[in-house]
Nanobody, 126 residues
């Protein structure tokens, strides 16, 4: 059974940094595209970044500034999203998702991924 579990969220002050983790199980980690998304209150979910560790390929949404960095640890079957210089506008629920077929690139965000975590709240106080 594919499982994705996010952790590392919580309440952070503006200007701080955060590293979210997505622990994956139930599939061959390197073969799947794994992405990070976020959903603002009352808004649709938006893509942030995705990667496939076997290829070493990464992709970031055009709207995402350089404050976000995706990385992985294959030994731990975990994908990370580091966010620097957090702002109140980053307050959202952050999700990781995985799919075996999607190419790393724009399709990460426009083709529905098969598997999703439950999400984790990130709240940035001013």
């Amino acid at each position: 059974e594919v499982q994705l579990v996010e952790s590392g969220g919580g309440l952070v002050q503006a200007g701080g940094s955060l590293r979210l983790s997505c622990a994956a199980s139930g599939f061959t980690f390197g073969d799947y595209a794994i992405g990070w998304f976020r959903q603002f209150p009352g808004k649709m979910r938006e893509g942030i970044s995705c990667m496939r560790s076997r290829e070493g390929s990464t992709y970031y949404a055009d709207s995402i500034e350089g404050r976000f960095t995706i990385s992985s640890d294959s030994a731990k079957n975990t994908v990370y999203l580091e966010i620097k210089n957090l702002a109140p506008e980053d307050t959202a629920v952050y999700y990781c998702a995985a799919d075996p077929m999607i190419d790393v690139g724009a399709p990460c965000f426009y083709v529905g991924m098969d598997y999703w975590g439950k999400g984790i709240q990130v709240t940035v106080s001013s």
